[in-house]
């Protein structure tokens, strides 16, 4: 494993404290009146009076709600999705006794409660091979202010993108995966992950993660497929388009699990494409979808606007 990066020799560093700036980006939490914002997600099983008891608890506080999107999939014993954006002065302060309240309702209602100061961006890890334009896009993204993360580093089974993303003033981490026995590898991929971020991008790595490896990372991972599944699974979509003769291609994002290109979707978008395009044209045209597909389902995922259930998402966009 060798490292290359601009301004610094530590190693992945610790996260960051509450209240911290996006490095590179927007400030998610202070962007309106500087109060401190928060997001609640909110699951379980529908039942009358959800919407009015999440308020309830979020206004004993002194909570100002700015958003709530819900969505139920049977209003009769349905599954019940929320999504809350409110402003608390001395968030911070509050946090303890506002989730102990919220603990109580989802006892007392059978709800799974997630409650996230804005304040503290999401880290994530960037994974990426020789294809390096999703990767410089979010990159890019990163650095005008459009995605509120913090990239904490970027990975590769190459050392080609090292320069570039030297420029971004990110950590780079060359980490050699050949053959079948992918161990080494995902041994030292788990040394620089632990305890370094909240979520990892897989911005066109060519690199199939085992199951073992999926479980010990303990964090979403985010693919982008260059089709739109299910439709070409696996390798070389592009040329298995052509061959099919396709009249649009796309792109998907979806949440990685140990079953190929199968996780739940995130977001997915298309190109139309004639019979004259080649197989390189649906290439290069496929890939600007891929670039806007995965910097949503990113974006989406960073201000937690995604809610898994199952193999399905709720996407409050």
């Known amino acids: 494993m060798t490292r290359t990066q601009a301004d610094t020799a530590t190693a992945p ?3 960051d404290l509450p209240g911290t700036a996006v490095t590179g980006g927007r400030h998610p939490a202070k962007d309106r009146d500087g109060a401190p914002q928060a997001t609640l997600i909110v699951q379980g ?26 969505y139920s ?32 309702l989802a006892r007392t209602r059978r709800l799974t409660c997630t ?8 880290r994530v890890a960037i994974f990426a091979s020789k294809s390096d334009h999703c990767l410089l896009d979010l990159l890019w993204r990163h650095r005008q202010g459009q995605l509120p993360v913090r990239v904490a580093m970027v990975v590769s089974n190459h050392p080609d993108v090292a320069e570039e993303v030297r420029g971004f003033g990110i950590p ?26 909240d979520f990892v991008v897989l911005a066109r790595y060519m690199q199939i993660l085992s199951a073992d490896f999926i479980e010990q990372v303990g ?10 599944l299910p439709a070409f699974i696996g390798a070389g979509p592009y040329a298995k388009a052509k061959e099919r003769g396709v009249k649009l291609v796309g792109a998907t994002a979806h949440y990685v699990t140990e079953d190929l290109d199968e996780g739940p979707i995130i977001e997915q978008d298309v190109v139309r494409v004639t019979h004259a395009d080649t ?28 809610v898994r259930n199952g193999n399905h998402t709720i996407v409050f966009a």
């Open 13 to 15: 560093r610790t996260p």
């Open 219 to 228: 964090v979403p991972i985010i693919n982008i497929h260059h089709s739109f």
């Open 172 to 197: 780079f981490f060359h980490v050699p995966s050949m053959g079948a026995d992918k161990s080494a590898a995902e041994a030292e991929h788990l040394r620089l992950l632990k305890g370094n971020v």
């Open 279 to 306: 197989a390189a044209d649906l290439t290069r045209r496929g890939a600007d979808v891929e670039r806007a597909v995965l910097s949503r389902a990113v974006l989406w995922h960073a201000e937690d606007r995604v």
């Open 45 to 70: 099983d529908d039942a009358p009076g959800i919407v009015a008891a999440v308020a309830s608890v979020l206004g004993a506080h002194g909570a100002n709600i700015e958003s709530l999107d819900q």
């Open 115 to 122: 409650l996230r100061d804005l304040s503290v961006p999401k």
């Open 73 to 104: 999939d049977n209003p009769q014993g349905g599954a019940f999705f929320q999504r809350t954006v409110f402003r608390l002065d001395g968030l911070r302060a509050a946090l303890p006794a506002l989730r102990a309240d919220l603990d109580e």
